[in-house]
């Protein structure tokens, strides 16, 4: 089976898609890229690896996650294969970083939402826990905008890169139901 990494922007459903795959598939491990990064903010702030887009976050934090993500598949290559996901790295980075025999690079967005549809979807699926729910509507607005023109780049980026990407802007679980019928096809 091959290694997976997803990518995208925040809500596009990245860590819903791994764990869909986690449950077709028994063998995966999900490495989580914003463990990881909270991880390096709490432990090692001085590298500047935060979600605030520290100067950490453009070169070495993608170099960290895909050494971290190539040592564990050669590691365990007999017994697991790997799903890593994150917001934090681009479709450039994805192509210099993640080219790793036997995995599949995936992006997800939503290129065709309105900016009020995106926040109405950050509002919807917000959980107790989730860094988004002690956010005023305007902080939430301004992110919805932010992910909406990331989303329409990476959309761009991904054409140029030769990357698959995933637009999970309406039927998002239909959507994911058929990539994973894909993804087994390609296994």
Not at 41 to 64: A, T, V
Not at 91 to 114: C, D, H, S, W
Not at 150 to 155: D, M
Request: proline fraction near 2%; aromatic fraction near 12%.
């Amino acid at each position: 089976m091959k290694n997976i990494v997803i990518l995208g922007v925040a809500r596009a459903g990245k860590t819903t898609l791994a764990r869909m795959l986690k449950q077709k598939f028994s063998n995966y491990n999900i490495i989580d890229g914003d463990c990881v990064r909270n991880a390096f903010q709490k432990e090692l702030p001085q590298l500047n690896i935060n979600h605030i887009g520290g100067s950490g976050m453009e070169e070495d934090f993608p170099n960290f996650c895909a050494k971290l993500f190539e040592y564990q598949i050669k590691e365990h290559k007999d017994k697991f294969n790997y799903i890593f996901e994150s917001c934090d790295i681009t479709p450039l980075k994805a192509k210099q970083r993640f080219n790793i025999e036997n995995t599949m690079v995936i992006f997800l967005g939503y290129p065709r939402l309105t900016a009020e549809e995106v926040f109405n979807n950050y509002k919807i699926y917000a959980d107790e826990n989730d860094y988004m729910i002690k956010k005023t509507d305007d902080e939430i607005m301004n992110r919805a905008i932010l992910w909406l023109n990331k989303s329409r780049e990476f959309e761009v980026e991904c054409k140029k890169y030769g990357i698959r990407y995933i637009d999970v802007s309406y039927h998002r679980n239909k959507i994911f139901n058929d990539l994973i019928e894909v993804i087994s096809n390609e296994q």
